[in-house]
C-alpha cells in the first residue's frame, strides 16, 4: 500500500552477455537507512507498453542516506546478482 511517503523503486533486467531484457528473474530489493532496519521486499513483475521491468513501493523519510540492494535470480543461475547504491531523497 503507497503512503505519502512512498517511492517507486523500479529495476529493468537485460542479459549481459545478449543485451537482451530478462522476463524469467526473480528480483528483490534490500532497502535500509543507513545504520537502521533493513525492508527487503519482492519487486513485482509489471508489464508496460510491452515492456517488463520488476518493481514495488519503499517508505523512504528526507534527509537520511539509504542504502539499496537490488538481487536478481535466475532459474539457471548459481548465484544471484547484485547491485548496490546509496542515495539520498533531493531536499524541497
Known amino acids: 500500500q503507497a503512503s ?3 517511492y517507486h ?7 549481459q552477455r545478449s543485451g ?3 522476463e524469467d ?6 532497502v535500509a537507512e543507513v545504520g537502521l532496519a533493513v525492508v527487503e521486499k519482492p519487486l ?3 508489464r508496460i507498453a510491452d515492456t517488463l521491468t520488476f518493481g514495488n513501493f ?3 523519510r528526507g534527509n537520511t542516506l539509504y542504502q539499496i540492494r537490488i ?3 535466475r532459474r ?8 548496490e547504491f546509496t542515495y539520498k531523497l533531493p531536499q524541497n
Open 58 to 60: 519503499f517508505d523512504l
Open 4 to 6: 505519502a511517503r512512498s
Open 44 to 46: 513485482e513483475a509489471m
Open 25 to 30: 528473474a526473480s528480483v528483490t530489493a534490500r
Open 20 to 22: 537482451a531484457r530478462l
Open 76 to 83: 539457471d543461475a548459481r548465484t544471484p546478482v547484485r547491485a
Open 9 to 15: 523503486i523500479m529495476a529493468a533486467v537485460f542479459d
Open 71 to 73: 538481487e536478481i535470480r
